[in-house]
């Protein structure tokens, strides 16, 4: 994978992340002033849902940017860094 296209998928993480964050926010707002059980369930629901794509998105950017680091480092897994010490 050419570094350019993962500079874009890290920018398109960064920006779903950001819309599911102002997700969370409005769902959670909601959520407080609700005062019928039943529409309190669907909102704690819709949350859920909400904090779960949060979650997939922030672990797939991080495994984005494990790779990133790796490829700017020359990939030397199992190489000795420059204290001698070696890396995993």
Partial sequence: MTSGKMMSQAITGQRETSKLVDQLMKSFAAIETEND???LREKLAKHTLLLTKLQATVQAQSRRM???KNIMSGGMMGREDKRG???N
Avoid: S
């Fill in 37 to 39: 059980p039943t529409a």
């Fill in 66 to 68: 494990d790779m990133m």
């Fill in 85 to 87: 010490e070696h890396k």
